[in-house]
């Protein structure tokens, strides 16, 4: 069974640009969570998107947003980028109220 | 609201050596609790987690952690590590059904294991 998985695996952009980032869930996961990882940062919560619905969202400005597709993919938008935004982006999957999140490998953004 | 403090940024050890890596969480709900690693430029991976019964949960590769409710602690522990065990380790926490499922993660914890 496949495991989630995040395209690109690296992303270089120009400050002021936008980027756009991608997720599939594990088959059958209708839950999607988007992380900013930071150096030195752990792992924030940016957007849990869940049966096509934004149910929360983290303490991000508006231009990070996203959404979720039919087939319970995602896309994580971020505009107007910034040097700071530059950090691995974490997308996992769950079965809504299940006891665990799993992780794909991440969408490494640089911002320059 | 919930948070995880993870007590130490870094933990250096020797190869062999027992470890303990602290994790204390703050919620106002019942939870679980996880543990993961993440090994340099990958995802996370489950190492193991406490949903009810026995308080002493055992995971992968030899790690074990012990739920504290009066501590509100859950510290993970390896009596023995090896040198593949060098990662980084985050704590999360998860409201039961009811709440907001979200994970919120710890800081993380560097094992640095040496030779």
């Known amino acids: 069974e496949a495991g989630v998985t995040q395209s690109p695996t690296h992303l270089i952009k120009t400050r002021g640009q936008q980027a756009t980032l991608r997720c599939s869930p594990i088959?059958?996961?209708?839950?999607v969570y988007w992380y900013q990882q930071a150096l030195g940062l752990g792992l924030q919560f940016l957007l849990w998107?869940?049966?096509?619905?934004?149910?929360n969202r983290g303490n991000f400005p508006p231009r990070f947003s996203g959404r979720q597709f039919p087939n319970y993919s995602s896309e994580l938008n971020v505009n107007a980028l910034e040097l700071e935004d530059s950090a691995l982006y974490l997308c996992?999957?769950?079965?809504?109220?299940?006891?665990?999140?799993?992780f794909g490998q991440g969408t490494r953004l640089t911002v320059v | 609201a919930q948070s995880v403090t993870q007590l130490d940024s870094q933990v250096p050890v020797f190869e062999e050596a027992p470890v303990e890596l602290r994790c204390n969480y703050s919620?106002?709900?019942?939870?679980?609790l996880f543990w993961y690693v993440q090994y340099p430029n990958q995802g996370l991976q489950l190492l193991l987690k406490?949903?009810?019964?026995?308080?002493l949960v055992k995971g992968i590769n030899g790690f074990e952690a012990e739920f504290n409710k009066s501590q509100t602690s859950f510290h993970l522990r390896k009596p023995s590590v090896h040198i593949s065990d060098t990662a980084e380790y985050f704590c999360?926490?998860?409201?039961?059904?009811?709440?907001?499922?979200?994970?919120?993660f710890g800081r993380g914890t560097s094992l640095i294991v040496h030779p």
């Open positions: 996992a999957s769950s079965l809504r109220g299940n006891t665990e999140a799993f």
């Open positions: 088959s059958g996961h209708t839950s």
């Open positions: 998107y869940d049966e096509g619905e934004e149910r």
């Open positions: 919620s106002s709900v019942s939870v679980y």
């Open positions: 406490y949903l009810s019964g026995s308080t």
């Open positions: 999360a926490v998860s409201d039961q059904p009811g709440g907001s499922y979200i994970p919120t």
